[in-house]
């Protein structure tokens, strides 16, 4: 049996350690693993995937792209019958899902700042065609605002350490600099750290940083990174066993959906 995978870029950190993930779950079970790779976030483009698993004629789909409600609607009718699992929409989207909730991630490193007495607070999102980055955008800010707060600055990367350098250049010469920065993903944080340290501001002295996703890298970086973790090992193995128990081999039990919790990983560049 063989196990489908749509993908968004493969070259970023976290889709590559899920995929990862998912691999390694699978040929336990004794499945295989096809990848089909979008190279830009358009439903066409995912369309085109999809339909390159099914010219495989795999037995299940895993879609790792990110997708509004409409979208995904529209690729689960394109699967007909074949199961299809989702893991990048929203969790209010009516289709079989397993999901980090963005509303937790969002909150826990919102609450963490503020605990410790940050009050000009920048944020840097990915980039917004992406829905989980929308909603861990809208994450911050409610979180924010129920404490009366508005982010000091707000600049949007694509989710690579290199966008991660040139906005938070951005974010430091506007006219409130800011003690804390939250951003959506470890590896803008990485180059934010850069752009930090290059403007000669000290981590966490002067500055503060929080990533999100917890990659493996992360706990590496200099200092050592405070983020959000999204435990992509466990996504990646429960992605696979549900998507293996609604095979048609299973004769289709209930589809149940799941949100997975987030948690703070606090190590050395928040205080
Ligand atoms: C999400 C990551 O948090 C982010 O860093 C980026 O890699 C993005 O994927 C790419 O789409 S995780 C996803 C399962 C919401």
Redesign the pocket.
């Given at each position: 049996y063989t196990l489908g995978l749509a993908t968004?870029?493969l070259a970023?950190?976290?889709?590559s350690q899920?995929a990862s993930a998912m691999k390694t779950r699978a040929n336990q079970l004794g499945f295989n693993v096809v990848i089909s790779m979008i190279d830009n976030l358009s439903l066409s483009a995912c369309r085109t995937a999809v339909n390159e698993l099914m010219s495989q004629r795999v037995d299940g789909v895993l879609i790792?792209?990110?997708l509004s409600n409409d979208d995904a609607g529209a690729i689960a009718q394109l699967c007909g019958d074949l199961p299809v699992l989702f893991?990048?929409v929203d969790p209010q989207a009516e289709v079989f899902k397993i999901?980090?909730d963005p509303h937790c991630g969002a909150e826990q490193g919102v609450e963490h700042l503020l605990a410790l007495g940050h009050q000009k607070i920048a944020v840097l999102t990915?980039p917004l065609e992406?829905i989980?980055?929308r909603l861990r955008y809208e994450g911050w800010l409610s979180t924010l605002a129920k404490h009366q707060i508005t982010p000091c600055a707000v600049q949007h990367g694509d989710?690579s350490a290199a966008s991660g350098y040139q906005q938070a250049l951005l974010l430091l010469n506007q006219p409130v600099r800011p003690t804390a920065i939250l951003i959506?993903?470890?590896?803008m944080a990485l180059g934010v750290l850069r752009a930090v340290h290059e403007y000669g501001l000290r981590v966490p002295e002067q500055i503060s940083v929080v990533g999100?996703?917890d990659?493996e890298d992360s706990a590496f970086f200099f200092p050592p990174l405070t983020t959000i973790k999204?435990d992509?090992r466990l996504?990646g193995h429960e992605s696979v066993n549900r998507l293996v128990d609604h095979l048609h081999i299973h004769g289709d039990k209930q589809q149940s959906s799941l949100l997975l919790p987030t948690s703070l990983v606090e190590r050395h560049t928040t205080s």
């Amino acid at each position: 049996y063989t196990l489908g995978l749509a993908t968004t870029e493969l070259a970023l950190h976290a889709p590559s350690q899920i995929a990862s993930a998912m691999k390694t779950r699978a040929n336990q079970l004794g499945f295989n693993v096809v990848i089909s790779m979008i190279d830009n976030l358009s439903l066409s483009a995912c369309r085109t995937a999809v339909n390159e698993l099914m010219s495989q004629r795999v037995d299940g789909v895993l879609i790792n792209v990110p997708l509004s409600n409409d979208d995904a609607g529209a690729i689960a009718q394109l699967c007909g019958d074949l199961p299809v699992l989702f893991l990048d929409v929203d969790p209010q989207a009516e289709v079989f899902k397993i999901l980090f909730d963005p509303h937790c991630g969002a909150e826990q490193g919102v609450e963490h700042l503020l605990a410790l007495g940050h009050q000009k607070i920048a944020v840097l999102t990915g980039p917004l065609e992406s829905i989980s980055a929308r909603l861990r955008y809208e994450g911050w800010l409610s979180t924010l605002a129920k404490h009366q707060i508005t982010p000091c600055a707000v600049q949007h990367g694509d989710w690579s350490a290199a966008s991660g350098y040139q906005q938070a250049l951005l974010l430091l010469n506007q006219p409130v600099r800011p003690t804390a920065i939250l951003i959506a993903n470890d590896q803008m944080a990485l180059g934010v750290l850069r752009a930090v340290h290059e403007y000669g501001l000290r981590v966490p002295e002067q500055i503060s940083v929080v990533g999100y996703d917890d990659t493996e890298d992360s706990a590496f970086f200099f200092p050592p990174l405070t983020t959000i973790k999204q435990d992509f090992r466990l996504l990646g193995h429960e992605s696979v066993n549900r998507l293996v128990d609604h095979l048609h081999i299973h004769g289709d039990k209930q589809q149940s959906s799941l949100l997975l919790p987030t948690s703070l990983v606090e190590r050395h560049t928040t205080s």
